[in-house]
Structures are given as structure tokens and as C-alpha cells.
């Protein structure tokens, strides 16, 4: 049993509150990591306000990186004393993930927002033994300590602690949007990428794209600072979509054509319809962005015929053990600076950093917990 503090979100609070709470020890295919910091995603702050299925009070997080304190019995990929990067988790065994594509896990949903083991338990507890919903993207990483998923760490090189920390946000922003990208649309010479929401999903993706053989890579976002950082980070234009008619300043860039490849990251759908408007012939769109449950979209059928798909993308189709390095690599070689997103708060702050994620005051907010 550790005991240790976490962030605790409370049916009907819309808050994180910091508080006491026992950890079991790892069972045999679970890890406990010390955390030194995690990036407050979207997602996290959907499930705070109940609009999407996962039960509270729950510990939510799933950007951790911290580092490894003790393995189960039947851990094999990290030991005492590695560094980690913390992920998603999934079975090992479907389909999806014995063809390399976790992010596809035919139990992805359960595992990952069910705020318990695939058996209904949970390692997290109050320290009056209530019961807390933890194993969040198999981690539940708001907090100074976590057990996790085994098949949800990454193990990774890192100078030091707070280098450690600069690479939490690769966990989920970074891999969504830079593996959407990279893994699913794969823009080729001539091809043009559209963007849509430059947060840090789309950010990430700009960045991605402009790695590729693309021609234009286009941001579309309604805050100028975000736009000018876009063009800081590889962008090639940026519309604004509170001064411009989006869909018409897109077949302008492309000379009426419409773009090969579009990324949707913002959840709103007017703007997947607007991407899906945009698309050239046998154009692409891929949606990462995640409204609340039920949320429906439109597009003209007909518009589709002429071969363009809309696609739905998780996590980046990130096979964690090979993508996630590699980002790593293309950060440290200044390659992927999303260091340039990044704003460090305390723990007693995360309140007001999720508030300044929510308001675009701050594009990725990170947690770094100090020993």
C-alpha cells in the first residue's frame, strides 16, 4: 500500500481537489510510477464536467511521465528506477493491437475511460477506504504517485527530471496530432494539409506536417497568438475563422482544387463540416477531436462520392513503443519543438490551469509535481 496525495474530481464540482489516497501495490502486469509532471489534456477536462462516461470521483490524468518505483511480478518492460512516459492502454491480444494498432484495441473505451481495471476494481481509494475511480487511460496520473497498466508505459531517456517532465504532453497531445499525421494522412509531395483548432493536438499536427513533403500547411483557428505561433512552428498560412469565409480562403490557397488532407481537432462540429467542405477529390479528413457523447455532424453525401473519406483517428494510431520514441527524437533534434506550447504549473494550481486551457490563455498546461 503507498500512500500518497492525488487530484480527486467529485460528481457535480466541476474541480480538482487535491487529497490523501491509498494505492494497492501493483499487481503482476501493473507498474507504480512516482510522478514528476502530466499535461492537462481536453479530455480530462470533458470528463470533469461529466460530459463524457467515465464515473466519478475519479483521479483522472494521461499524460504522465514520472518514474518507475516498483513492477508487478510479470513486468518485463520496465524496471525499478527507469524513466517512463505514460500512454493509453490496451489489451495486447485483438486484432487491432496484435497488427501494431493499440490505439484501435476492440476494448480501447473500457480500458481507458471505465476509471477501473478491465475487472471492475480499482487500485485508488480515499483514506476513508472509499473506493475512487482510477486506472484512467490506465494511469490516473493527477497525482504524486500511480499504478498503471504496463501495456501504457513507455520507457524513455531523459537527462534529468525536468527534462522528463518537457516530455509528458507526448503521452496523448503530441502523438494524436502528430501521429494523425504522420501515420494516417501521410501527405505526399504537392499535397496540401488543413488544420483545424491550433491547440495542441493541432499544433502537434502542423508541426508533423510540416516534416512531410507537403506544399502548404494551413492553420485555422479563431485566437491570432495561436495563429501566429502556427507560422512559428511550420505552418505555411493561417485563416482566421472569426474574420474569414473558411471553405472560400481554402480553394483560394489551393487554386480552387480544395485540400488533399484536412485535420479536425477542435470537437465542434460546424468546423468537421467545414473540413469536410474543404476536401479535394479523394481528400482526406481526419477527426481527433472529441464533443461530448452524442454529438452528431453533417456532410452532403454526394459531396463524398467523388472518393473523399472521412476518417476517425485515436490517439494517432501511436504503436506506442516504436512512435513514442521516435517523437522523442525528433524533439530532442529540434525537429518537433512543442516545447513551445508548453506553460509549467503547480500542483496546487491546476485548477487554474484547466482554466486557462479552457480559455486559450494557455495552449498545453503541465503539471510538474516536485518529489
Given at each position: 500500500m503507498t500512500e500518497t496525495r492525488a487530484a480527486v474530481v467529485h460528481p457535480g464540482s466541476g474541480r480538482f481537489v487535491w487529497q490523501q489516497v491509498?494505492?494497492?501495490?501493483p499487481r503482476p502486469d501493473e507498474v507504480l510510477v512516482r510522478v514528476v509532471a502530466a499535461g492537462i489534456c481536453h479530455t480530462d477536462l470533458a470528463v470533469r464536467d461529466e460530459k463524457l462516461h467515465t464515473p466519478l470521483p475519479a483521479v483522472l490524468g494521461h499524460e504522465g511521465a514520472g518514474v518507475v518505483e516498483a513492477v508487478g511480478s510479470g513486468v518485463t518492460r520496465v524496471g525499478v528506477g527507469d524513466k517512463v512516459l505514460l500512454s493509453f492502454?490496451?489489451?495486447?491480444r485483438c486484432g487491432a493491437c496484435a497488427h501494431g494498432h493499440p490505439g484501435y484495441c476492440e476494448t480501447f473505451i473500457p480500458r481507458n475511460f471505465a476509471g477501473a481495471r478491465p475487472?471492475?476494481?480499482?487500485?485508488?481509494?480515499a483514506a476513508d477506504g472509499t473506493p475512487l475511480g482510477g486506472r484512467f487511460f490506465g494511469q490516473s496520473s493527477f497525482a504524486r504517485h500511480c499504478v498503471v497498466d504496463e501495456r501504457s508505459v513507455v520507457p524513455v531517456e531523459a537527462a534529468d527530471e525536468d527534462e522528463l517532465a518537457l516530455l509528458a504532453p507526448i503521452g496523448c497531445g503530441v502523438q494524436t496530432g502528430a501521429g494523425a499525421v504522420l501515420n494516417e494522412l501521410r501527405p505526399g509531395p504537392g499535397d496540401t494539409v488543413a488544420v483545424f483548432g491550433a491547440g495542441a493536438v493541432g499544433l502537434s499536427a502542423v508541426m508533423a506536417a510540416a516534416l512531410t513533403p507537403a506544399a502548404r500547411v494551413i492553420a485555422v483557428d479563431i485566437v491570432p497568438s495561436r495563429l501566429d505561433l502556427a507560422r512559428e512552428l511550420g505552418a505555411t498560412d493561417v485563416v482566421d475563422g472569426a474574420e474569414e469565409d473558411v471553405p472560400a480562403r481554402l480553394r483560394e490557397i489551393t487554386a480552387g482544387r480544395g485540400v488533399t488532407h484536412a485535420l479536425e481537432s477542435s470537437g465542434v462540429p460546424a468546423l468537421l463540416r467545414q473540413a469536410t467542405d474543404s476536401l479535394a477529390v479523394r481528400g482526406t479528413v481526419a477527426v481527433v477531436g472529441a464533443p461530448?457523447?452524442?454529438t452528431d455532424g453533417t456532410f452532403d453525401v454526394n459531396f463524398l462520392l467523388n472518393g473523399r473519406v472521412v476518417r476517425g483517428v485515436t490517439e494517432g494510431d501511436s504503436d506506442l513503443l516504436g512512435f513514442v520514441p521516435s517523437l522523442v527524437g525528433l524533439y530532442r533534434a529540434g525537429r518537433l519543438p512543442y516545447d513551445r506550447m508548453i506553460r509549467f504549473y503547480?500542483?496546487?494550481?491546476?485548477n487554474d490551469a484547466a482554466a486557462d486551457a479552457a480559455s486559450g490563455k494557455v495552449v498545453k498546461p503541465v503539471l510538474r509535481i516536485p518529489a
Open positions: 491509498r494505492l494497492e501495490d492502454s490496451s489489451c495486447g475487472d471492475g476494481s480499482t487500485p485508488i481509494r461530448p457523447v452524442g503547480s500542483p496546487d494550481e491546476i
